[in-house]
C-alpha cells in the first residue's frame, strides 16, 4: 500500500468514527463506486456495510439520478489485430479510457462481443451461440451463464439469435431473454424463447407467442428501457415497422407502432434506416438515409409503450459529412456517430462542432453503450 493511501485511510477512519453510524451510512451512499472500493479497506465496519443488500439498493437509487458518474463503455475491433477490445471512459472529456481485461474464455468463446444493456450497472457480454456472461465493470464482477438444457425445436436448425437483459422489480432478480431463430425444414423462420433468471441461475422457455419479426443482425436495432423493459426494433404480421418490447416483470411481449410519417424527407420519399437508442430515460428513433454523402438525422421520441401516435418529433440534425451511423446519445443530448473512417465522433447540437474521439475500429463493429456504475454483484 503506498504512504499516500494509507495515510488518507487513517485520517477517514479518525473522522468516521466522530460521526454516528447512519450518517456515515447516508455519506457512504452518495459516493463514487471507485472511493467505496477504496474504502472497503478502511475497516471490517465498512467492508460490511458496503457490501450490504440495502447500502447497495440506497447507492443504486442516490447515483442513478445523476449525470456525474455516467461512462462510455466502448467495444470495438482493431484494424490490423482484428483483436476484440473493450474499453471504459473513466471522465466526461473522454481523454483516457481504461481497456478491460478478461479472462481467457472470452477469447474462446466469442467472436464479435455485443453488449446488452447497460441495467443497473449489469452489463450482458452476447458471443456465440448459448455462451452469454452477465458482467458489471465498476466493480470487476463477472457471471459467465450455464447453457440452456432446453430442447431446441425438433426438425428445425438454430440460425441466428438475439438477447435483452432487464430487472424484475417483482422477484428483485435479473433476467436475460434469448431468441433463437430457427429454421424449420420447410424453411420458415421460428423463434424460440428462453429466459434466464440470475435468482435462479436457470433458464426456462416461454410459451408465449412473439408478436413481431426481429430485424436481426444489426446492432442498433435494440435496447433496454427504464431497465425493466427490453425493445427491438421489428415488423408485425401486417409487415408494418414496430417496437417490440418485452416486459422482464410481467414476462409479456408488446408491440408498439412507429411514426406514420417517418418515411418524408422534406417534400421526397427516400429509403431509410431507423435505430433506436436510449435518449436520457427515453426511447429514441432516429432516421436518416444511409446512401446520402451529408446526412440528415430525423431525431424522434416516446415516452410511454404499447400506444398510438405518442411519438413526438424532437428534432433535426445535420447535414454532417462523412458520417455513417448513428451509436448513441451522451448525457446532455450530445451525438454520438461512427464516421466514414470507422472512428468515434461525437456531435454537440449547441455549438454544432464535431469531436474526434481517437477510437478506431473495422467498420459497422464499432459499439457502445451508455454506461451508470453501480455496486450490484452478478455473483
Not at 1 to 7: H, L, P, R, V
Not at 63 to 82: A, D, E, F, H, W
Not at 353 to 362: A, D, N, P, R, V
Request: hydrophobic share 40%.
Amino acid at each position: 500500500m503506498k504512504k499516500e493511501e494509507k495515510n488518507e485511510r487513517i485520517y477517514i477512519l479518525k473522522e468516521a468514527m466522530n460521526l454516528p453510524e447512519d450518517v456515515i451510512f447516508e455519506i457512504l451512499t452518495r459516493l463514487p463506486v471507485s472511493s467505496l472500493i477504496r474504502f472497503k479497506c478502511v475497516c471490517k465496519l465498512w467492508y460490511s456495510l458496503i457490501k450490504n443488500p440495502n447500502f447497495i439498493s440506497k447507492h443504486l437509487h442516490n447515483l442513478s439520478s445523476k449525470k456525474n458518474y455516467v461512462r462510455l463503455l466502448i467495444s470495438r475491433r482493431g484494424n490490423i489485430t482484428n483483436k476484440r477490445v473493450v474499453s471504459l471512459s473513466i471522465n466526461d472529456t473522454f481523454d483516457v479510457f481504461i481497456n478491460q481485461d478478461f479472462p481467457s474464455y472470452f477469447n474462446d468463446k466469442f467472436g464479435h462481443v455485443r453488449l446488452i444493456g447497460p441495467c443497473n450497472g449489469i452489463v450482458c457480454l452476447c458471443g456465440y451461440l448459448d455462451n452469454i456472461v452477465i458482467w458489471n465493470p465498476s466493480i470487476r464482477d463477472y457471471k459467465i451463464l450455464p447453457q440452456s438444457q432446453i430442447q431446441r425445436l425438433v426438425g428445425s436448425t438454430v440460425r441466428g439469435s438475439d438477447f435483452g437483459l432487464g430487472f424484475d422489480s417483482k422477484r428483485n432478480d435479473y433476467k436475460v431473454i434469448q431468441i433463437l431463430f430457427c429454421l424449420s425444414n420447410d424453411r420458415v423462420v421460428v423463434y424460440q424463447v428462453e429466459i434466464y433468471s440470475l435468482n435462479e441461475n436457470s433458464w426456462k422457455k416461454y410459451n408465449g407467442i412473439v408478436p413481431a419479426k426481429i430485424k436481426y443482425g444489426n446492432i442498433s436495432w435494440s435496447m433496454i428501457y427504464k431497465n425493466e423493459i427490453f425493445c427491438w426494433l421489428a415488423q408485425n404480421g401486417d409487415n408494418n415497422e414496430v417496437i417490440l418490447s418485452f416486459n422482464m416483470s410481467e414476462e409479456t411481449f408488446e408491440n408498439t407502432p412507429l411514426p406514420s410519417n417517418i418515411g418524408v424527407f422534406g417534400e421526397q420519399e427516400i429509403r431509410n434506416i431507423w435505430v433506436i437508442v436510449p435518449l436520457n430515460e427515453s426511447i429514441s428513433l432516429i432516421v436518416y438515409c444511409l446512401k446520402q454523402v451529408e446526412k440528415y438525422f430525423d431525431i424522434w421520441v416516446i415516452n410511454e409503450l404499447g400506444l398510438n401516435n405518442c411519438w413526438t418529433k424532437l428534432q433535426r440534425i445535420g447535414p454532417l459529412s462523412r458520417v455513417e451511423r448513428p451509436l448513441g446519445f451522451w448525457k446532455n443530448g450530445e451525438f454520438i456517430l461512427e464516421n466514414s473512417n470507422g472512428q468515434l465522433v461525437i456531435y454537440d447540437p449547441a455549438n454544432q462542432e464535431l469531436k474526434t474521439l481517437g477510437f478506431y475500429g473495422k467498420r459497422d463493429r464499432l459499439e457502445l453503450v451508455v454506461y451508470k456504475e453501480s455496486l450490484v454483484s452478478v455473483n
